[in-house]
């Protein structure tokens, strides 16, 4: 009898062997890198896939409707105010030359979704802190409070020569502006305290001039006077993102982020990552649970290993030498095309683009022993990293970044559409589900809930009366 | 018999009686202004009203998909990118100080309507074109071909300082760079063909790069390499609108807009406006037919008129005086709550405010002779162009503007919503429609087809080869 007692209890009682895990065990975030909704350039040609899924907004929709019944955290648009500065040869074999504008997109998902976090990149190098606090604002109104902010310096170097400049800005001044800026921006979302609006037909006062604050700022880069024509968002502040991975980026990221797009190469990375950015928040006072950090993860699902190490296969043919070579000189802020395709990596200078993509590829090179042609071919598909496997080994290796502290969840990656992204909703989540490391429903209705972050108070305004002694 | 002839055939064959007027008759085009949803600053305490309707999704909603259901021409949204200027004894009883951002909101009602136009307005003052032209592609392809850009050259003279600047731009260069704004804008719209796109899986060539073009703008004010990273909008271009009245606003008008949303104060006024705008259109060689002027108008409907008048007079009686004179202040360009509120208007001196605005109030204060506190009572409900009446009355007004070429239609402001939105939806189109001068369906899918204005050539490269020679 007491060998039947441990099955029975799983079965007569499922609710609370369910939910159990669920309480205790510490949970994964997961996010969905959608813009382009594959970064693997080959993903438009894979059978089945839709070839112009970036550009069309009723694929789109339902990819986020399949998301947020799979209870993801969050939809994730990376912005690019240039197209994309790669060799023409290449450009005109990738799927990334064009896509929706973040703000535009995110607020018609917000129209047809409920729940599921809306993460918009914005950059602080190319646009004004006014515009910015007003559409995160107005977003995170439209949405019910599930708006947020990644913060990008932007590192295309074309995008400044369609702002009216002749080079691109310098890297330590783009951080420089970027701290400035954010600043700013929470500053105007702090104009109106929460309870400034009493809208009283009786009275007529609309609004209590007393609970509105004009920010007055006049910094180094940076002058803005306020108020925010706009109340303050339900969030208090949309979720403030970032994905910068040099020191003056992390740095940023421990000052002020909520969440982190991280780039980890493996779970020996992550775990540096993850240390340093909670190191640096502790350093300054903050609670490292306030920021999550979410590794981009490409995955790819088959019933075996080996199936899916095929998939991979077939997905990587479909990338051009050329497009691959592009990726390469991209990385690298330097033109590949022009090396031994079959010779080692040989040296390049540093330059003003990405040093953390730069740092990334030599270090593939060497790891990997690969050659020139080899590593553009796995830059050109998809570099970074990548779970491929069958939904428990992917599962296993979540589970593990996790409980070792590689990171708090995930932003996946997809490698091709709409197919790769239901392997996840429907065969890798259910088991993330089973094993109680993933929601089975959302815990409230703001992005903040979601990722257990707490809302921020307003600056300038106490919440109550009561909450001001 | 023959007597009963007439009224037999209207019966017995419905649709020939009813659609032949529709084929032969002008049309009128309805534009419904909703930012804020009334322009009335009583409006939020009207019997019925929402209060938080400028500021609340799901009304607005609502209000977008009655509007369509009515078959409007377009959704429009004024924007402002300071709280208003006004003393903030009257901007504390006002709903104007805060809505949604254009974007976020269109790009919402997008999702959630078919057909009706989205018209945006957007500074070229206070923002830059690439992000301008990538905004309005993306909203055009995300609603099908519905946007629309309201060109504003921004006169509140408080946006200036949260944009970092210490004074507002003066009026002339203000519209010279809006000229040259428009040209880089239209210009980046054109990046690529039409059929730029090919998306062939099979050769893995996802764009013909002979079909791109770079536009290297370098003038006096924009510097602006481009290409657009966004296919050209559905509609080739959103539908221009111009909103201004100056001279210099009626020229970019006549140079590059589609629509103008006119502010004539009566029906000579309009008709004036008609021939100018008109006029200058012929002059520089454009069909006049090519542009659809939009004069703002007040609709207040009752049974009788009585009743009609007796509802505004019950609207005006909810603004304070301190928002009227507030009014009359931004109106003049000058503080005005230091005059006699029961002595004439006294002589002000120009500013660098609106032009138009300033004469208009003058001339209102002369023509009706009206003291300080009677003119600040309109000023502070709605002075503008209103028709008050039934629905048989609305429709004979509307009908001779149509007719007497004082306009091609009006872009409606509602006096207090819901009601006042459904009093024109259910009683004004039905009557207008019934006298065969309104649409009954769409007659295309597009804001550009609703107004019967042709999708403009790509400059830069023909449609088709065939079309070419
Ligand atoms: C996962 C991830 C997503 C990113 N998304 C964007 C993006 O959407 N737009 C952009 O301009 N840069 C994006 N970046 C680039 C970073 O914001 C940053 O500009 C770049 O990493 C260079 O800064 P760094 O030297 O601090 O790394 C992304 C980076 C990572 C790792
Ligand atoms: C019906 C109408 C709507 C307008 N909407 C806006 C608006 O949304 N935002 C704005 O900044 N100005 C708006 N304006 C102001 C004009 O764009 C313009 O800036 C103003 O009339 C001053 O220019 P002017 O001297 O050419 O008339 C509007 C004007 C009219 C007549």
Known sequence: MIPRAVPLRRHDSPTIFEREPMTEQKQLKLGAFMRPV????????????????????????????????????????????????????ALKRSQTVTSFEPFTLLSALAAVTDRIGLVATASTTFDLPYHIARRFASLDHISGGRA??????????????????????????RYHRAR????????????????????????????????????????????????????????GWPVI?????????RQLAAETAEAVFAAPRNLADGKSIFADIKGRMKAIGRDPDHLKILPAAFIVVGDTIEEAKAKRAKLDSLVH??????????????????????APLPETPETNASKSGRERVIALAETEKLTVRQLAQRLGGYAGLAFVGTPQSIADEMEQWLHEEGSDGFNVVFPFLPQGLLDVTTRVVPELQRRGIFRRDYEGTTLREHLGLPRPENRFFKATAAAAQ
Chains 1, 2 share one sequence.
């Open 241 to 249: 993102v970032q994905a910068g991975q040099s020191d003056a980026g």
């Open 38 to 89: 594959s970064l693997h350039t080959g993903a438009w040609r894979y059978p089945g896939a839709y070839p112009d899924a970036n550009f069309n907004f009723q694929h789109i929709k339902s990819f986020a409707q399949e998301l947020e019944k799979a209870k993801f955290d969050a939809f994730f648009m990376a912005d690019h105010l240039a197209v994309l500065n790669m060799p023409i040869e």
């Open 148 to 173: 947020g902010w990644n913060i990008v310096t932007t590192s295309n170097p074309d995008a400044a020569l369609n702002f009216g400049l002749e080079e691109h800005m310098e890297h330590g001044e």
């Open 321 to 342: 030498y050329d497009s691959a070579i592009a990726s390469l000189s991209i990385a690298l802020g330097h033109d590949a095309s022009k090396f031994d395709p079959d």
């Open 180 to 235: 400035e800026f954010y600043d700013v921006v929470t500053g105007l979302w702090d104009s109106f305290a929460d309870d400034a609006f009493i809208r009283d037909p009786e009275s007529g006062i609309f609004f209590d001039p007393e609970r509105m604050h004009v920010l007055g700022h006049k910094g180094e880069e940076l002058s803005v006077r306020g108020p925010l024509n706009i109340a303050r968002p339900p969030q």
